[in-house]
């Protein structure tokens, strides 16, 4: 038999796990109860994470987008903007000054300068409560720079609160001396600062902020000398008068600029910086003699202040080439301190003032009688004591019986009544005759400007000739009537001594560049008034003005040399009152004159005090000054004899 197999047991039911919400199971009614499982825990299942990393994926992009842009838009699209922004925030630019050219006399010598000077700066940022830690710090730093300044604290005050801004200009070309002041200041409250921040305190200086640039300031060596001529320079550094403003364009030369790193107001030295360099003005060389100046300022500043005169001018010209070698005005300014100017003297009277020449203006009306052959020096003239002409009776300067004079002699005795029998004779009508003189007064320079180009100089008054008045056509001959500037005067004697041609004058000798290299000046024009023999012949009769005991300019004569001259005594227009009131004294002439070399002109305005003729006070002033001139020019004398012209004639001859 097969082995037996023992039996199998029987499986054991093992109950299914329970329900969600299934509770314990109930009783069974077909026995006895059977034991139930104990409960599983609950399985949480989790919900799908693809959206949320969708979503927040697609804000990263976003955001990243957009930086992206942000960026884009910094470094391309706007590059150029940010840049500047930040080429303005870090770098300052300012100004290089260029050094203005001097200005010298004929031999080099300085008559306007430029030396160093500061301009005084500041910035405004360090001067905010934040940088300062002091509220009130501008009010502080201006409380302690006005003095020094000479500015209004209020002016300071506001300068320093200039908002978001990083410069400010407190003060233009001051002195090493103040900027010196500042600086000791400065250095004074840094000391106390430091100290204060040893001590845990903030330590910062009121000051701090305040700073320097190089500059220049104008200075004029010899003070008042030759002041009316070369004007002054205003606060801005540009001129303001003379030849400083003529010649603006010449003097300034071109400024520059300097770009540069900063940090709080400070320069970065290691930084770079970008300049363009300023280029120096030009150097202009002046016709004028300083120490012949010298000598003319003084003689009519001491003779307008003997006379208590209003002002008056002198003017000393080469005869040959035209050039000024002087030209003085009383009361003069001194430059350097326009403060103490007085305004009525700032200007240069000797070409601005317009006014009647009197009897100088005579040699004009003799040179066109000469030079028309309507007279001679002997030609007899019969003047009497008085003349009717138009609707005027005409008289001489004094009272005196019928002179019987030559009309070398009218000149000579500077009759005005035979100045007008002379003109007379120009044409055969009056009308004839002062168109005849209107030409010559043209040629001789009258009516129009002297070719200087001098800031507002006066070309002088001289009316048609068919619009000159019934008395007009008789004063102006003798120079009444018409006005000129003391340059014209000086002029219409130049052009005589000169042999009849009239040298436009000039005086500027040439420029020098900031190369080293000079340029000389355009050569003047030169236009023939009256022939040579005309001139001579003038010349020979303006010596018997000087040298003749009937002449009325003796006091002009010089030892020595042969003088020749004209003295005018003119009733004045006052410029207050619109009428006539007080006379214009003047005296011109040359020397030597039988060889020209120097022109004199003396003209005083409304002498009060002594002589008002021009014989009596300016004849002395042209010999003080052309004896100072021609030493000065080594003139020796010609050691010729004068002629000896006659000034009277006997009735019957």
Not at 203 to 224: D, H, K, M, Q
Not at 274 to 303: F, K, N, Y
Not at 437 to 464: D, M, N, Q, V
Request: charged content about 20%; some cysteine; glycine content about 10%.
């Amino acid at each position: 038999m097969p082995p037996t197999q023992p039996p199998t047991p029987p499986r054991r039911r093992v109950p299914a796990p329970a329900r969600p919400g299934q509770g314990r199971p109930r009783p069974s009614s077909r026995g006895p109860a059977r034991p139930q499982p104990r409960p599983q825990p609950r399985t949480v299942r989790l919900a799908n994470p693809r959206p949320r990393l969708r979503l927040v994926s697609l804000g990263l992009t976003l955001v990243m987008l957009a930086f992206v842009v942000r960026l884009l838009q910094v470094q391309a699209v706007d590059a150029d903007a940010y840049a500047a922004k930040a080429e303005k925030n870090r770098y300052l630019s300012h100004k290089l000054t260029a050094e203005r050219g001097e200005i010298t006399d004929r031999s080099g010598v300085a008559l306007a300068a430029s030396v160093d000077a500061y301009d005084i700066t500041a910035d405004p940022k360090m001067f905010t409560p934040e940088e300062s830690k002091a509220p009130d710090a501008p009010e502080q730093a201006a409380a302690l720079l006005a003095p020094i300044l000479g500015k209004d604290p209020a002016e300071l005050v506001k300068k320093l609160k200039t908002p978001k801004s990083r410069y400010a200009l407190l003060a233009r070309r001051q002195t090493p001396q103040v900027w010196k002041q500042i600086k000791d200041l400065k250095n004074v409250f840094a000391e106390k600062a430091r100290a204060e921040k040893a001590k845990g305190g903030p330590g910062v200086s009121v000051l701090a902020g305040i700073f320097n640039e190089p500059s220049s300031t104008r200075v004029y060596p010899n003070g008042t000398l030759a002041a009316g001529i070369l004007g002054y320079v205003r606060s801005d550094g540009r001129g303001g008068g003379g030849l400083e403003s003529m010649l603006e364009k010449e003097l300034a030369g071109k400024d520059g600029e300097i770009t540069y790193a900063q940090s709080g107001g400070r320069r970065v030295p290691t930084a770079g910086a970008r300049e363009t360099p300023a280029v120096p003005g030009s150097d202009i060389e002046l016709t004028i003699d300083r120490d012949i100046q010298w000598a003319a300022q003084q003689a009519i500043t001491q003779q307008v202040e003997a006379s208590r005169a209003d002002r008056g001018y002198v003017i000393v010209q080469d005869v040959r080439t035209g050039e000024v070698l002087a030209m003085a005005n009383a009361p003069g300014f001194d430059p350097n301190d326009l403060s103490q100017a007085d305004a009525a003297a700032m200007g240069n009277a000797a070409l601005q003032d317009a006014y009647e020449p009197g009897s100088t203006s005579k040699v004009m009306s003799m040179a066109a009688v000469l030079e028309e052959g309507a007279a001679t020096p002997s030609t007899h003239v019969v003047v009497p004591n008085r003349l009717h002409r138009g609707d005027r009776l005409f008289k001489d300067d004094i009272d005196h019986p019928t002179w019987y004079l030559t009309l070398n002699g009218v000149l000579a005795k500077s009759s005005n009544i035979g100045t007008i029998l002379a003109t007379g004779q120009l044409g055969d009508t009056q009308a004839e005759a002062n168109r005849v003189l209107h030409s010559y007064l043209r040629k001789f320079g009258i009516g129009r400007p002297t070719g200087l180009g001098y800031p507002g100089e006066t070309a002088g008054i001289l009316a048609k000739p068919e619009d000159w008045s019934t008395s007009q056509q008789y004063t102006i001959p003798f120079g009444q009537g018409l006005s000129i500037n003391a340059m014209q005067a000086a002029s219409v004697y130049s052009t005589i001594a000169n042999g009849g041609v009239r040298v436009q004058p000039t005086l500027v000798r040439g420029t020098k560049g900031p190369d080293g290299r000079f340029t000389p000046a355009p050569a003047p024009e030169e236009t023939r008034v009256v022939s040579e023999k005309t001139a001579k012949t003038l010349a020979a009769m303006l010596e018997s003005v000087v040298g003749d005991e009937e002449g009325t300019g003796t006091k002009a004569a010089i030892p020595g040399y042969r003088v020749a001259g004209k003295t005018g005594t003119a009733n004045r227009v006052d410029p207050q009152l619109g009428r006539y009131k007080g006379y214009t004294a003047s005296f011109a002439g040359f020397a030597p004159a039988d060889k020209p070399r120097v022109t004199v002109y003396c003209a005083i305005q409304n002498p009060t005090r002594g002589s008002y003729f021009g014989g009596q006070i300016c004849g002395p002033i042209y010999k003080k000054v052309m004896e100072f001139a021609l030493k000065t020019l080594q003139v020796p004398p010609t050691g010729e004899a004068a002629p000896r012209l006659p000034v009277t004639f006997k009735p019957g001859e």
